[in-house]
Nanobody, 116 residues
């Protein structure tokens, strides 16, 4: 199966930027959807951003601040996070939905902490 390895994240102060990466073991052309989800403390997991059929969608809370992109050469999906807020603190998960059997694969999760 497809394997996803996340990198990036860390502890930052409000207003700064971070970038997350998700490296896939297979070509991203085999994926129906690529996205990032997050789970804040005490809250359910929520969609942050996703690419389907070349179109990007974002949660209202991150529009204008976050950008999702894909790197076809390196089979990697990125999430650029700007102007981070306290409410952005969460464990972030990369998600891939494969064209074959529409199977979902998740990254291991990576912590983003925003603290003043």
């Amino acid at each position: 199966q497809v394997q996803l390895v996340e990198s990036g994240g860390g502890l930052v102060q409000p207003g700064v930027s971070l970038s997350l990466s998700c490296a896939a073991s297979e070509s991203i052309f085999s994926f129906y959807a690529m996205g990032w989800y997050r789970q804040p403390p005490g809250k359910p997991r929520e969609l942050v951003a996703r690419i389907i059929s070349g179109r990007s969608t974002y949660a209202d809370s991150v529009k204008g601040r976050f950008t999702i992109s894909s790197d076809n050469v390196n089979n990697t999906v990125h999430l650029q996070m700007n102007k981070l807020k306290h409410e952005d603190a969460a464990v972030y998960y990369c998600n891939i939905r494969q064209r074959q059997w529409y199977v979902d694969t998740w990254g291991q999760g990576i912590q983003v902490t925003v603290s003043s």
